[in-house]
Structure formats: C-alpha cells, structure tokens
C-alpha cells in the first residue's frame, strides 16, 4: 500500500514539473483574439494582381489542409482580374485592328 501511494506522489511530482517546465519553453498558452466571421488574414491588393502577390500568399492550416474559404476567395480573386486583363487586350486588339487595315 505504501508502495503504490510513494508511486502516486512522485508521479504527482514529476508530473508537476514537466508541466512547469513545458509552461516555461512554451509561453502561457496567449492566444490572438478570434478573427471575426468571415474575415480572413489572407490578403490580395484590391487590383492589379501581381505573381509576387500571388506568390506570397499564405493560408490558414486546418485539420485536413488549407482553409477552404480562403483557397476558393484567392482563385475567385484571381479568376476575376485574368477575365479583367484578357477584356482589355481584347478591346487593345480591337482598337488596334482599324488602324492595321489603313
């Protein structure tokens, strides 16, 4: 009986320690306040998209991978301004053309 109490108490003892030592290499345990819904720290200039822009986003890790809200805005994002540069090539081509046929 004596035994199995001496066991229970340094476990308790080194229990406790480990666990003040893990306090002290890791912090507190502080976190940042929640982002709101719907918001997110992924960011993309509101125009003019550039590869570096591209390039240097990050998204947030869930369990099974990226954020799947922030993948989907990024290609939304981008798909968007593509469609926007392709229509003013597209019109730059147009208004080029009259003046080739002169």
Do not use: I, N
């Not at 992924?42 to 986003?57: E, I, K, N, W, Y």
């Not at 229509?87 to 046929?101: S, T």
Request: hydrophobic letters at 50%; a negative charge; charged letters at 25%.
């Amino acid at each position: 009986m004596t035994t199995a109490l001496l066991y229970l108490v340094v476990m308790m003892l080194v229990a406790g320690v480990v666990f003040l030592l893990v306090s002290v290499v890791f912090g507190r345990g502080e976190e940042l306040p929640a982002l709101p819904p719907g918001a997110s720290p992924t960011r993309l200039p509101a125009t003019d998209v550039t590869g570096d822009d591209l390039r240097s986003v990050r998204f947030q890790l869930v369990f099974r991978g990226y954020k799947m809200t922030e993948v989907d805005w990024v290609l939304r994002r981008v798909g968007d301004e593509l469609d926007d540069l392709r229509a003013r090539v597209a019109d730059l081509e147009a208004a080029q053309r009259p003046a080739d046929a002169s």
